[in-house]
Every structure is written in C-alpha cells, then in structure tokens.
C-alpha cells in the first residue's frame, strides 16, 4: 500500500499561459452604514490598485452602490465614468465617495 502523503516521489510537468492584462472591477456600499469603514475601505482598494499595477496592462472600473427610493435619492448605482480606466484615474474617482444616504431597508441587491 502506498503512503498517501505526497512524498516527492513524482513530478508534474505543468505550464500556464502568462498574461499582462488584467480587468478589475471593485463594487462598494456607500451607503451611511458604511461611514465608519468608508475610508478603510478606500485605503484597501488604494493598496490592491498599487500592487497590480505591475501587470502590463491593467485596467480598473469601481461601482458604488446605495438603497433604491425611497430609502435614498442620490443614486442606485455609480461608476467612474470611462468603463475601464488606469489607476490615477480609478484613485481620483474612489477618492470622491462618500458614505451617506440610505435607509432602514437593505442596500440594493439587485442591479438594473
């Protein structure tokens, strides 16, 4: 019977395609529960855009989302406004959020 712990005994040949591009997109509440993790939250994404930035080719979209009327009128959904952009961009639109608005209901869980 064999040992069923790897023992060094065998060797896999395995090669994976490189890749310099790469899409991210970031989806956050901003809603006023969020008040006290908002600026967290921007510093974490802050450090993930600057550790990807070493890919050729990266690309970054964030989607800020709120209640549905009437819990909150400022909007549903909003993103930076070119789809997919650099990081100076993406860290200039997240630094504009805020957390403010919504309601006793739940945040937006669906999207139109």
């Known amino acids: 019977m064999k ?3 790897h023992t060094g ?4 040949d395995c090669t994976h ?3 310099n591009k790469l899409d991210i997109v970031f989806c956050c509440d901003t809603t006023g529960s969020m008040s006290s993790y908002i600026n967290e939250s921007k510093q974490t994404i802050r450090r993930i855009i600057e ?3 070493a890919i050729k080719d990266v ?4 989607v800020a989302y709120r209640d549905h009327p009437p819990e909150d009128v400022t909007y549903i959904t909003r993103s930076n406004p070119e789809n997919l952009t650099n ?3 993406i860290i ?3 630094e504009t959020l805020d957390a403010a608005g919504g309601g006793d209901g ?3 869980y669906y999207l139109h």
């Open 59 to 62: 690309k970054f979209r964030f």
């Open 92 to 94: 200039q639109f997240i």
């Open 87 to 89: 990081a100076t961009n």
């Open 106 to 108: 739940p945040e937006v």
């Open 9 to 12: 005994e065998h060797a896999f």
């Open 51 to 53: 550790a990807s930035i």
């Open 17 to 19: 395609e490189t890749f």
């Open 3 to 5: 040992d069923a712990w």
